[in-house]
């Protein structure tokens, strides 16, 4: 896909971001600030090591794609549309030469002028395109920038439609010097046009009023008239002819009288001239849509041959003159074939039945080259594959099976370069590549496989010029551009690389899971995906491909309830759904299928989760009760739709994102009953508990509520009723608790509450009361508390207030006061203390902070700034001093940083350098949190001075730090203090500037000179219980002291768990002197085995029916601790289906320990069917050839065939000859399983010759 914008982190740059709700608690209300958090704000990147920005990974490497299309040979140029960094799709032109592929001009201020229907007339190429202004309009252009203009505005709208209204040239035809083609003017009329490339030239050639023309089409160049399609009031679609002129303009003749159509207008007649006539699909209302041909004249318009008789019709298609002779596809009793004509009924005959019988080989993308006409087909053994003909059943024939066995290559695009054909083919390893063929088998070779690998390069567009093949291909570096081909491997390659502009991942919703970075991003590969990274490249994978192939799923709308995350995602087969993931592959599943097929439940574009408590909530239309609300628990079972509201299959919620908002553990939502149109309801889960709130907008109206925010405990929204537009309302669940909080703006209009943040108990917001612009506000719930915070932009200039974000007690956010930009602003919630932080980019640009986001103790956000032609991602701590730079982008990127992520010290976000597109990007150190160095005194010994114990005196401790500060030291016990009996622990904290900190400890010993006598127990055994060992009780030790009495503590105390293997206890007896002995003894816990299981030998079984056979199997032996029972995926004596299927037996051991084994079931269908031949028959000579037989059917069947295949060695009805002939039945079921039987007809002759008497 083409991802293209300005430079890097323009306005104007494309970029997913990120939502985030900051919800923090702050005092104040009315015109009383909120209370600031006075802290230090700590800055990041303070540290030792400056971070850098670095890529992650470049999940979708390579250049965007130019797109090129409509690729068309006019006069030895090519011409096509084309997309390149600064432009949307564009016409170009190329001689084939890297030079000489240029764009003619930039057309249109649209993404894309789509230039399309490149048709020469002489000299001059005629186009149609949009150029943003005029609409779709007829171009015209001789290979030069100035001579590429508009030929003339043929649909002029009303004042102020625009680019709204388009004539839409089509069907553009050159004929005797002139461009013919359809177009609609003002009229509404879509009618017959010509033009000679002048304003004044350009007119139109049917002067029908708006009733009587209708849409005109398949313009087709007869010998100098112009036969086409064309309707009136009064007629269906007919053939028409013109010379040029109104008066040479008229109906041939009315064939499908009254109103019926005679050409089919949208499906294609495919006017094809072939021997001096124009060949077309038509139907008289008599014989359906049959063959016919004119010459432009009533008598010379003739159906050819009525091919199916009846009112049903062939339906000829794809008619392709070669040489004088027609060939078409059309259908009989044999199915649709291919056919030819020479113009004649007799010569109007099927080719071939390639498929045989009354089934279709549907062959289609009928090709010349040469004599030889080239075309696809299914024959019913080999898929569809490319077929040659010329003419004859015996030359129409195979090429060559691409893809072996009923697989088909998929073979589009069939294009002829002088004798060669080439055409788009997938032979199942390398994707869809380019091919060509002469005709042979050996001769049919893949050209180059240009995107190595499964993928394939897809060429598409196909065209010749001067003998070179030209086509759009994508090689998975360059992106989809123009390449050539002369047909080798060498001569295929790229033209030119016409948008540099590197491919996007835009990685998004940045989000840590259990510790693992989640985001979505986009590949070739994968498509839109959920993805999952480590930090490294290698680690940087999808967590599951959920579409699978290059196919997006496109996860959004992401919730986390504890270690499960939520989020809706399109399979691509049950289409938009509920998912939810651990992370993991496995743990990546669907929650339920609550629309089964391929529509979907859910809209990705406009889907909301509502978390309230552990219950999610979100709308969901299963296809039959509509869009109705819902829940999940996670489960299958536990996802319910929670109330159908409005009965039927149009649903309460509507169209559009869902209004859905929590308050005090009620979900409150906008619903419409039917009756009193979209009010806010509430729900508790149930459906008896799922009412409507209040009808603000009585009767039918709507109030359309929205904005669903809680305030302490409180419900803020906007709504509109009868007396005002959208303001701001409050509720407290109830009916009367439901009152709109103040009228902004008075009377019908509408101040449009909106950009929601709460701080503690007040609500900020931007408004536009009608005289000061929209500027922020504020609300404690109250008419009169309900205020501007300040008119930041004077007058009724929008001040652009955008990215509310709480930060210390502030509001921090971007906007302009008219006169320099828009600058990151802050307050405080009263108007003095709304002030500009700082102006980053002097002057009218401004610096347009966006993704204000606060990281560790910082505001982080993306801003430009005088040093940098794009964003960069800058820090404040809410001083104008405290603003700088953080993370200077490399390069030339176009995207801004944005959707920032702290885990750990590192920062993760979306960004580009222009090298790379929006892709993974990290800075790593961005927050100190490495702690000092300490280190402490060796352990001081003291002896008593008295009774208390000693003053003691210690060395101090020394510290060290990355940061430029010396860490602060602090002690548990000062030096030079009293120090008791026995032995102090002294803990030493050094702290740094940022706040971290590190410990270490020594010991003051104040003690006497006797230890306790002290005796451990003898050494424990015991086995494991639990995966953590086992609880052990072990004998207390004996501990006596001389002098006083004896603590006596251990390393481990006695009853607590211990792990496997040997633990060391210590015991420790202390006296009141502090004086120690210690001794230690052993506490060994054996683990025991873990679990084992053994499968039986893999078993085969007969098919019984159609779905398999029901097969028992051995059981599989466990041993293990305990009871060991074994579970398998499939149930033994369960139906098996046909084909080999993988058991997986799981033991499980009393602890929870598993293992696994797996065997294989296999249901084979090797029986052959039942058949019952016929009893021998006698019959009756009818000549002397024998007789016509018309002997019983056999009778076959099959246990596992639905159908079984008979054939019999002679015909039923053939001609028996004299005597007795012996015939063999022989049935096939579908496993290819053979039986036969035979029976005898004998012809005789029993009747007497009569004698004849002479005369």
């Known amino acids: 896909m083409g991802m293209h914008g300005q430079r890097r982190g323009g306005l104007g740059a494309q970029s997913l971001l990120t939502s985030l709700m900051v919800v923090l608690t702050a005092g104040g209300c009315g015109d009383a600030p909120v209370t600031v958090d006075t802290r230090a704000a700590r800055l990041l990147g303070t540290g030792g090591t400056p971070p850098v920005p670095e890529l992650v990974a470049d999940i979708w490497p390579g250049d965007s794609d130019s ?67 005029s609409g779709r309009e007829l171009w015209k252009t001789d290979g030069t920038q100035a001579g590429t203009v508009i030929v003339e505005n043929i649909y002029v709208g009303t004042a102020g439609s625009g680019a709204t209204t388009h004539s839409n040239p089509s069907w553009l035809t050159p004929m005797n010097g002139t461009l013919y083609f359809t177009a609609t003017d003002s009229v509404g009329t879509d009618r017959l046009w010509k033009s000679n490339g002048t304003d004044w030239g350009t007119t139109a050639v049917q002067l029908y009023t708006w009733y009587e023309a209708g849409a005109s089409s398949w313009l087709t160049n007869l010998n100098g008239t112009l036969v086409y399609v064309s309707s009136t009031a009064n007629l269906g679609f007919e053939l028409w002819r013109s010379d040029g002129t109104q008066a040479g303009t008229a109906l041939i003749k009315d064939f499908n009288p009254g109103s019926g159509s005679f050409v089919p207008p949208y499906i294609p007649p495919l006017l094809t001239v072939s021997n001096g006539s124009i060949f077309f699909k038509g139907n008289d209302g008599t014989s359906g849509f049959e063959l016919w041909k004119t010459d432009g004249t009533q008598a010379g318009t003739l159906l050819v041959r009525d091919i199916w008789p009846g009112a049903g019709g062939s339906y000829p298609s794809e008619l392709v003159d070669v040489n004088g002779t027609l060939f078409f596809i059309a259908t009989d009793a044999a199915g649709e074939e291919l056919w030819k004509s020479d113009g004649t009924q007799a010569g109007t005959v099927r080719i071939n039945d390639i498929w045989p019988g009354h089934l279709w080989s549907s062959p289609s993308s009928l090709t010349a080259v040469g004599n030889t006409v080239y075309f696809l087909a299914d024959d019913g053994v080999s898929g569809r594959e490319l077929w040659k003909t010329d003419g004859t059943e015996a030359g129409t024939v195979r090429v060559r099976d691409l893809r072996p066995g009923a697989a088909s290559p998929s073979l589009t695009s069939l294009t002829a370069v002088g004798s060669t054909l080439f055409f788009v083919a997938d032979d199942g390893v390398s994707g869809k590549e380019l091919w060509k063929t002469d005709g042979t088998q050996a ?77 979505t991003a986009t590949s070739g590969v994968y498509g839109r995906e959920l993805w999952k990274t480590d930090g490294t490249v290698a680690g940087t994978v999808p967590v599951k491909d959920i579409n699978p192939g290059p196919a997006s799923a496109s996860p959004t709308a992401f919730v986390r309830v504890d270690d499960t995350l939520y989020f809706a995602a399109d399979d691509g087969t049950s289409g938009a759904e509920l998912w939810k993931t651990d992370g993991t592959q496995a743990g990546t599943v669907r929650v339920k299928d609550i629309r089964p097929g391929a529509t979907g439940s859910l809209d990705l574009l406009n889907v909301v989760l509502a978390r309230v408590g552990r219950t999610l909530y979100f709308a969901a239309d299963d296809g039959v009760s509509g869009r109705e609300l819902w829940k999940t628990d996670g489960t299958q079972a536990g996802t319910v739709r929670v109330r159908d509201i409005r009965a039927g299959a149009t649903g309460a919620l509507g169209v559009g994102v869902p209004a859905l908002g929590s308050a005090g553990g009620v979900l409150y939502f906008a619903a419409d009953d039917g009756v009193s149109g979209t009010e806010p309801w509430k729900t508790d889960g149930t459906e008896a508990g799922t009412v409507r709130v209040r009808d603000l907008y009585p009767s039918a109206g709507s109030s359309y509520p929205m904005r669903f925010t809680e305030v302490a405990g409180t419900l803020f929204f906007i709504a ?35 950009n929601f943040l709460v701080v503690g108990a007040t609500l900020y917001f931007t408004a536009d009361d009608g005289s000061s612009g929209r500027e922020p506000w504020k609300s404690d719930g109250t008419q009169a508390g309900t205020v501007r915070v300040r008119d930041i932009a004077p007058g009724t200039a929008n001040a652009s207030v955008s990215g509310l974000t709480s930060y210390k007690g502030r509001v921090f956010f971007s906007a302009s006061e008219g006169v320099n930009g828009s600058e990151l602003w802050a307050t405080d919630g009263t108007e003095a203390g709304t002030v500009r932080v700082k102006d980053i980019r002097p002057g ?36 104008e001093e405290g603003t700088r730079l953080f993370l200077a982008m490399p390069g030339t990127g176009v995207n801004r940083p944005n959707g920032f992520l702290l885990m750990g010290d590192t920062l993760y976000f979306q960004g580009s350098d222009g090298t790379h597109g929006a892709e993974l990007w990290r800075a790593r150190n961005v927050l100190d949190v490495t702690p000092p160095t300490v280190t402490c005194p060796t352990p001081v010994v003291a002896s008593a001075t008295g009774p208390r114990g000693a003053v003691v005196d210690f060395p101090p401790a020394t510290a060290s ?78 501990a006596s002291d001389a002098v006083s009495s004896a603590t006596v503590a251990y390393s481990q105390a006695s009853g607590t768990t211990f792990p496997v293997g040997m633990t060391v206890v210590t015991v420790t007896a202390t006296d009141d002197a502090g004086n120690a002995s210690s001794c230690a003894f052993s506490v060994t816990v054996t683990d025991t085995a873990p679990p084992a299981i053994t499968c039986p030998e893999d078993v085969s079984a007969e098919a019984t029916s159609a779905a398999g056979a029901a097969v028992p199997y051995p059981a599989a032996a466990a041993t293990g601790t305990g009871a060991v029972p074994v579970t398998y995926s499939h149930v033994s004596g369960s139906v098996f289906p046909m084909g080999a299927t993988p058991v997986t037996a799981t033991a499980r051991d009393e602890r929870g320990r598993m293992a696994t084994c797996g065997f294989t079931v296999t249901v084979r269908d090797t029986t052959p069917p039942t058949l019952v031949c016929p009893a021998n028959l006698i019959v009756e000579a009818t000549g ?72």
Not at 720 to 744: F, H, P, Q
Not at 844 to 866: E, H, K, N, R, Y
Not at 1203 to 1230: E, K, N, Q
């Open 961 to 1038: 730090d990355d940061g430029p500060a010396s860490p602060a030291l602090s002690y548990s016990h000062p030096s030079g203090s009293l120090f008791p009996l026995g032995a102090t622990s002294v803990t030493v904290t050094a702290r740094d500037a940022a706040g971290n900190s590190a410990t270490c400890a020594f010991g003051v010993t104040v003690r006497d000179t006797t230890a306790p006598d002290l005796v451990c127990p003898a050494d424990v055994a015991a086995l494991a219980t639990a995966d953590a060992g086992a609880t052990v009780e072990y004998p207390a030790a004996a």
């Open 67 to 133: 797109n090129p299309t409509t690729l068309t040979n006019v006069n030895g140029t090519l011409y096509f549309e084309a997309t390149e960094s600064l432009y949307g799709g564009q016409p170009w032109k190329s001689d084939g030469t890297a030079a000489g592929t240029v764009r003619l001009r930039a057309i249109s201020s649209l993404p894309s002028a789509g230039p399309t229907s490149f048709t020469a007339v002489g000299g001059t190429v005629y186009f149609s395109a949009d150029d943003g202004w």
């Open 720 to 754: 509109t009723d009868y007396l005002a537009g959208y303001e701001l309302w409050k509720s407290d669940g109830t009916e009367a608790g439901t009152v709109r909080v103040k009228d902004i703006y008075p009377g019908s209009n509408f101040s449009f509450p909106d």
């Open 443 to 519: 001769g049919t070779v893949r050209v180059k496989d240009i995107w190595p690998g499964a993928l394939g390069s897809s060429p598409s567009s196909l065209v010749h010029r001067n003998g070179v093949l030209y086509f759009a291909a994508d090689d998975g570096v360059y992106g989809r551009e123009p390449w050539m081909s002369d047909g080798t491997d060498a001569g295929t390659v790229l033209l030119r690389n016409i948008h540099t502009t590197p491919r996007n991942s835009y990685p998004a919703f940045m989000m840590d899971l259990n510790g693992t970075l989640l985001f």
């Open 1184 to 1255: 002397a050839n024998g007789a016509a037989v018309d002997f019983p059917e056999a009778t076959a069947s099959d246990r596992v065939s639905e159908f079984v295949t008979l054939s019999y060695s002679r015909a039923r009805g053939a001609v028996f000859p004299l005597g007795m002939t012996g015939v063999f039945v022989s049935a096939w079921d579908d496993a290819g399983n053979l039986k036969t039987c035979s029976f005898r007809v004998t012809v005789r002759d029993a009747t007497q010759p009569q004698a004849r008497l002479p005369h």
């Open 844 to 879: 009218a640009a401004g610096s347009s902070p966006q993704g204000l986001q606060v990281i560790g103790d910082t505001l982080i956000f993306s801003a430009f700034s005088a040093a940098s032609g794009g964003a960069d991602v800058w820090q404040t701590d809410g001083t």
